[in-house]
């Protein structure tokens, strides 16, 4: 993920759990970097342990999503801050689907970290223009987890409720980047496959 | 089919679970969802000819492009399964109402276009149930989530919510 800024990445990686490939990928912990390559079979590895593991890491990233949210408010005005409170209820409507998913499959939910913890984490901001860029980072960095993450779940209709969160961070990461590139289109939606991997 | 959350929500587990699916239900989902990439090509292509979308030309004319990287990696796809893909419509009295939207300038067409969308989003969320092979379906994850972010634009450019959901199914 070399688009996104270094430092951040590498705190939002310690914040989140999340493992980085030498190719760049961002794996939930527990859930395998292994790409199964058989066409018309499911992936051997798919269990409902495994689902459990990347279910808790994806609501880490949301926990960390919703304190980032909260942290970048203060700094925006206008439609960037109405998108942004938006985003913060998504992210919420998120975490809070998460946490009954990994209960239903008997796991412990993982908590939200002392907003302390969050904000040491967090890089400095002080304009409209740093709380975009770090919201567009965290948008692409669970993006590429979550492209990683469905298809390696197990459980159909799991990975049809994720595939949609993962539908609305692309949203977000568009809406992000439409804000900071006004009119133009090829900025906000980079790549036709989304990764989280293109360009910020 | 439980709407986004709910099922993530309730917890629960599908009966479909590791069951994975049929190869034919493999190949018709991606052949639905590729007559669907190849019918907002012509959508796109048509709207742009007409000239009629001013702001959202440049939009327009990447969403095309997308479109079409889509179509071919889902005509490689269902090759890979052994069918044959669907041959793409040529003319737009081949897609059911795109003559008239593109009759009715840039709001009404941008309408059938956020249309469009929603039928693919639609599609490639029943995919995630359907396909069973991670490449598919990494794949398939990507394209859905590229067809939010089309979504998202074209909303926003009929003065629309442009993400108005937490869970994008395209029935928001």
């Known amino acids: 993920m070399p688009d996104v800024d270094p430092r951040t990445r ?42 459990r593991a990347i279910l808790n890491g994806a609501l880490t990233l949301e926990n960390t999503a ?30 809070r689907a998460l946490a009954g998913a990994v209960r239903g499959l008997g ?19 002080s304009d409209e223009a740093d709380a975009l860029r770090f919201a567009t980072d965290l948008e692409n960095v669970a993006i ?24 609305n961070e692309a949203e977000h990461v568009t809406l992000l980047l439409a804000a900071r590139h006004p009119g133009r289109p090829r900025a906000a939606v980079p790549e036709p496959f989304v990764t989280g991997r293109a360009a910020a | 089919m439980l709407a986004g959350g709910a ?21 018709a989902v991606l052949a639905s969802a590729l007559r669907l990439e190849q019918e907002a090509v012509l959508a796109y292509d048509s709207a742009v000819r007409a000239g009629e979308l001013g702001r959202l030309t440049d939009s327009a004319e990447l969403f095309a492009e997308h479109e079409r990287r889509h179509a071919e990696a889902l005509s490689l796809a269902l090759r890979q399964l052994g069918a044959e893909p669907p041959s793409a419509p ?8 795109l003559a008239q939207a593109l009759r009715g300038g840039a709001k009404r067409t941008a309408r059938f276009l956020i249309g469009l969308e929603e039928r693919s989003l ?51």
Do not use: W
């Open chain 1, 10 to 51: 590498r705190e939002l990686l310690a914040l989140t759990g999340l493992t980085a490939t030498a190719g760049g990928t961002l794996l939930f912990a527990g859930c395998g970097g292994e790409e199964e390559r058989a066409e018309g079979r499911p992936d051997p590895k798919a269990t409902p342990q495994r689902d």
């Open chain 1, 66 to 95: 919703v304190a980032a949210y909260s942290a970048v408010l203060p700094l925006l005005r206008g439609e960037n801050r109405r998108l942004a409170l938006q985003f913060l209820d998504q992210e919420r409507e998120h975490g």
């Open chain 1, 107 to 125: 796991g412990e939910p993982n908590r939200p970290k002392p907003d302390a913890e969050y904000h040491a984490a967090f890089p400095r901001m």
């Open chain 1, 144 to 167: 590429s987890a979550y492209v990683e993450g469905v298809p390696k779940l197990s459980d159909a209709e799991l990975r049809q409720s994720t595939a949609a969160i993962l539908a």
């Open chain 2, 7 to 27: 099922l993530l929500a309730a917890g629960g587990l599908s009966a479909t679970r590791a069951l994975g699916a049929a190869p034919g239900s493999e190949r």
């Open chain 2, 90 to 97: 040529r003319r737009v009295e081949e897609v059911r109402g």
């Open chain 2, 122 to 172: 639609r599609t490639y969320y029943r995919a995630q149930g359907t396909l069973r092979s991670p490449a598919p379906l990494a794949t398939s994850a990507g394209i859905m989530a590229n067809e939010a972010q089309h979504l998202a634009l074209l909303r926003r450019s009929v003065g629309q919510n442009p993400s108005p959901v937490a869970f994008v199914t395209g029935r928001g």
